[in-house]
C-alpha cells in the first residue's frame, strides 16, 4: 500500500487528539484567565461569534490585493467579507475610506509612514517614556532607522502633553508627519491643538487611537476626525476584536499611497480569518449596547484611578480619560517589574511600563499600566473595581514595607480575587 498522505483524523480529530501538549497549554491558559483579574491595557475578551470566525476554512484561502482586484481567482466569498469589514468600519469611526488588512498596529503606523514620508525626512513624535508607542519612532524601532525622528514629551509637573512645545518643534523642524497617540498616555488628546501643530509644519496628522478606539466608537470619547488626516487603530483593546489593526481616512488622494504601502508595500495576503474576525466585532461595536459598554470601561478606568490615588499611589497626568492609567510607583520606593510579579502571584495581572524621565533599568522600570476594557467585559462595576483597588494597594503596601509575610497576603489576596470574578463567567 502507498504511505498514507495525511495522518489519522487529519479533516475530523480536534487538538485534544492530535496534539496534546497544546491542547493542556490551551486548558491551562483558560484555567488561569478564569481564575485572574486581567488589567493588562492592551487585552480584552472576544465574543464566541469572533473566536468562531478565527478558527474558520477562512484561514485556508490566499488572495492578495483588495476587493474586485484580486491577483488570486476564488475570492468571491472573501471579498463579500474584506468589504463588510471596510463598510462597518467607515460606519462606525464616520470616514471615507478604510484598510482592514494590517496585521498590528504597529505595520499599520509603518504603512502610514511610508505611505506620506520618504526615508530619512522628518516624523514628530511622542516619546517612548511619556507614552508614546515603539512604532512612532523609538530607537529600538525601524521607524528611527529609516526616518529622522523628533520627540516630544509631557511637562515634569502634571505629566501632560504641552501643545504650545509640539506647535513650536513642528514650526522648528517642518516634519512630515506629526503623529499623537501612543500606548501609555492616560489623558484625552486635544486633537485641534494637533492641527494647528500640524499645520504650523506643513505636516499630516496621525492619531493612533489604539487604547481609546472603543470609546470613540461608543462616544464616550471625542473623534480625531475631522482634526486627523489620518487614523490608526489596533481592533483589540478596547475595540473588542481580534489581533489586528485597521487605517482610516477621508482624503481621496491618501488613498493609493495607503493601499499601496499596505500592499504591496508592507504585506502579502491579509489573514482572512482576522479579517472576518474584524468585520464580525465591528458588527458588534456598531450595536446600541456598545455605547454602554464604552461609558462602563471609563467609569471603570476612573473608579480604580481614583481610588489608587486614595490609597496614596501617583497617577502620571493625575487621572484617566481612557480604559488606562499609569501609576508611578517612585514615591513607594518600588519599581515595576517586582510590583507586576507579585500582582500576579495575587491574581491581579498588570504589565511594568516606563514612566515620563523614567531613570530606572528597562528590565525593572519606575511605573505600573493598568487598564480596564477586558474587566469590563468580564462584567465587573465600579463596585469590584474598587476593591481590585484596595487588594493593588494591600499587595504593593507589602511589597513596600518587605513583610515577612508578603507570601500569606498574595495567597488571601488572590482567594479574595476568585470571590470577586466567580459570577462573571466567560466562554464556560
Known amino acids: 500500500m502507498p504511505p498514507a498522505l495525511l495522518p489519522d483524523g487529519y479533516f475530523s480529530a480536534g487538538v485534544e487528539q492530535t496534539d496534546p501538549l497544546i491542547a493542556q497549554a490551551i486548558a491551562r491558559e483558560k484555567t488561569r484567565t478564569r481564575d485572574v483579574i486581567e488589567l493588562i491595557a492592551s487585552e480584552n475578551i472576544v465574543s464566541r461569534a469572533v473566536l468562531e470566525v478565527q478558527g474558520s476554512i477562512l484561514t485556508n484561502k490566499t488572495v492578495e490585493g483588495y476587493p474586485g482586484k484580486r491577483y488570486h481567482a476564488g475570492g468571491v466569498n472573501v471579498d463579500v467579507i ?18 482592514v488588512q494590517p496585521h498590528s498596529g504597529s505595520q499599520a503606523n509603518h504603512a502610514v509612514l511610508h505611505a506620506v514620508a520618504r526615508p530619512g525626512e522628518t516624523i514628530l513624535s511622542m516619546n517612548l517614556n ?3 508607542h515603539l512604532s512612532h519612532g523609538a530607537d529600538a524601532n525601524a521607524s528611527s532607522q529609516w526616518f529622522r525622528i523628533v520627540s516630544y514629551g509631557v511637562r515634569a509637573n502634571d505629566g501632560l502633553i504641552d501643545y504650545d512645545e509640539v506647535i513650536a518643534l513642528a514650526r522648528q523642524h517642518r516634519p512630515r508627519l506629526l503623529i499623537a497617540g501612543g500606548s501609555a498616555y492616560p489623558r484625552a488628546l486635544d486633537f485641534a491643538a494637533l492641527r494647528r501643530a500640524a499645520d504650523a509644519g506643513g505636516a499630516k496628522l496621525l492619531v493612533d487611537m489604539a487604547h481609546f478606539a472603543g470609546l470613540v466608537a461608543g462616544g464616550a470619547h471625542e473623534s480625531p476626525f475631522p482634526h486627523a488626516d489620518i487614523v490608526t487603530t489596533t481592533t483589540y483593546k478596547s475595540l473588542r476584536g481580534p489581533r489586528g489593526a485597521i487605517i482610516l481616512w477621508n482624503d481621496e488622494a491618501l488613498r493609493k499611497p495607503i493601499n499601496n504601502a499596505v500592499f504591496p508595500g508592507l504585506q502579502g495576503t491579509p489573514s482572512l480569518h482576522i479579517v472576518a474576525g474584524k468585520a464580525v466585532a465591528l458588527g458588534e461595536a456598531l450595536q446600541p449596547s456598545f455605547a ?19 490609597h496614596g499611589f501617583d497617577l502620571v497626568g493625575g487621572g484617566t480619560d481612557t480604559p488606562l492609567m499609569l501609576v508611578d510607583l517612585r514615591a513607594q520606593g518600588l519599581t515595576g517589574a517586582p510590583a507586576a510579579q507579585s500582582l500576579e502571584r495575587a491574581g491581579i495581572i498588570a504589565n511594568m511600563n516606563p514612566i515620563p524621565s523614567d531613570a530606572a533599568d528597562l528590565k525593572v522600570m519606575s511605573g505600573l499600566r493598568f487598564g480596564l476594557s477586558g474587566a469590563t467585559t468580564r462584567g465587573l462595576g465600579q463596585a469590584q473595581v474598587e476593591q481590585v483597588g484596595d487588594l493593588i494597594a494591600e499587595v504593593l503596601e507589602g511589597l513596600r514595607s518587605r513583610s515577612d509575610d508578603q507570601a500569606a497576603t498574595e495567597s488571601r489576596v488572590r482567594a479574595a480575587v476568585r470571590d470577586i470574578v466567580a459570577p462573571f463567567p466567560t466562554y464556560g
Not at 468600519?89 to 484598510?99: H, V
Not at 454602554?292 to 486614595?310: D, G, K, T
Open 292 to 310: 454602554h459598554y464604552a461609558q462602563a470601561v471609563l467609569a471603570n478606568a476612573r473608579a480604580l484611578a481614583r481610588r489608587l490615588q486614595q
Open 82 to 99: 474584506e468589504q463588510a469589514a471596510i463598510d462597518r468600519a467607515c460606519q462606525l469611526f464616520g470616514c471615507r475610506f478604510a484598510n
Open 130 to 132: 511619556a507614552g508614546g
